[in-house]
């Protein structure tokens, strides 16, 4: 993770800092970019394993970098993303969890408090959700130590095998649903939603020997590998595999 680093900060000295404290952790490469738009081209060419990101500055919205980032088509688009900022508020926390960020840092802060946020992305990996309204890792077990009011969840993680499948079964449909309701306002990232949500549906039918479930997401995978997708062409084989969903399920999908 630490072989190639992206700094993202318009302000040199506090970049710096940053830089040193990362070197004596091992980092092997490590780019400072000041600006978003700047940020974005460098990711494409290092592919960083980690990115550091200011919250603002100049010609610089870090939760505008972590979405672009999240929904582009680099190789790092699921990096782990650490904000770091002096503004540590209930809002400003969530609204970095709600832009794909990992974790979240505030300053003024120790090389132990970076190595822990450090440590929690790389010892305690989180599910990818690739939906429409929302990609990054997993939101329900956004682990910055910053916040903990009542919206935090800390041991939500299903108690047993059995259902940690059953819930990923459960969000790939919904986001079925909710990929296809919104695929008007984003057809590309919607298509890619229903891929994604597919590829898991799939790999859940082949452990669980569900050989409906296998039909049901082969029709699926059919629709998106024939061409062009379209809302329409994807009705059918979505409504299929959506019967299948409890309907509580279905009725929690937002």
Same mark, same amino acid.
């Given at each position: 993770?630490l ?5 993202? &900060?318009p ?7 940053? *830089? ?22 460098? /990711? ?6 980690? =990115? ?6 100049? @010609?610089?919205?870090?939760? +505008?970098l972590a ?20 503004? /540590? ?22 090389? /132990? &408090? ?11 990996p989180?599910?990818w ?5 929302? +990609? ?7 682990? *910055?130590?910053?916040? *903990?009011?009542?919206?935090?969840? @800390?041991?939500?993680?299903?108690? *047993?095998? $059995? ?15 909710a ?6 306002? &984003?057809?590309? #990232?919607?298509?890619r939603? !229903?891929?994604? #949500?597919?590829? #898991? ?5 082949? @452990? /669980? ?7 049901? !997401? $082969? ?5 998106l ?5 379209? @809302? ?14 409890? =309907? ?7």
């Open positions: 993770m072989t190639r680093v992206l700094i993202v &900060d302000n040199p000295h506090s970049a710096r800092m940053l *830089s040193e404290i990362i070197k004596g952790m091992g980092a092997a490469q490590i780019v400072i970019e000041p600006t978003g738009d700047r940020a974005l081209q460098r /990711a494409a060419e290092l592919e960083p394993g980690i =990115v550091f990101t200011e919250r603002t500055g100049d @010609k610089l919205d870090g939760e +505008v979405r672009k980032l999240r929904r582009s088509h680099l190789g790092c688009r699921r990096a782990p993303i650490i904000m770091v900022t002096a503004e /540590a508020t209930a809002t400003t926390i969530l609204g970095a969890r709600d832009a794909g960020v990992h974790e979240f840092l505030r300053k003024p802060f120790t090389s /132990a &408090d970076l190595f822990k946020r450090v440590e929690n992305v790389a010892l305690k989180r599910d959700v690739e939906a429409v309204g929302y +990609v990054g890792p997993d939101r329900r077990r956004f682990n *910055s130590g910053e916040f *903990s009011g009542p919206r935090k969840r @800390k041991a939500d993680k299903p108690a *047993s095998g $059995g259902e940690a499948n059953a819930a990923a079964k459960d969000q790939a449909m919904r986001i079925l649903a990929a296809l309701n919104q695929f008007d306002s &984003d057809p590309l #990232q919607a298509v939603a !229903v891929r994604e #949500q597919a590829s #898991q549906l799939k790999a859940l039918a082949m @452990k /669980a020997s569900d050989s409906r479930l296998v039909v049901a !997401v $082969g029709a699926l995978e059919v629709t590998a024939s061409g062009p997708v379209t @809302k329409e062409t994807l009705a059918a084989p979505i409504g299929t595999l959506l019967a299948m969903a409890p =309907v509580e399920a279905m009725q929690r999908t937002g």
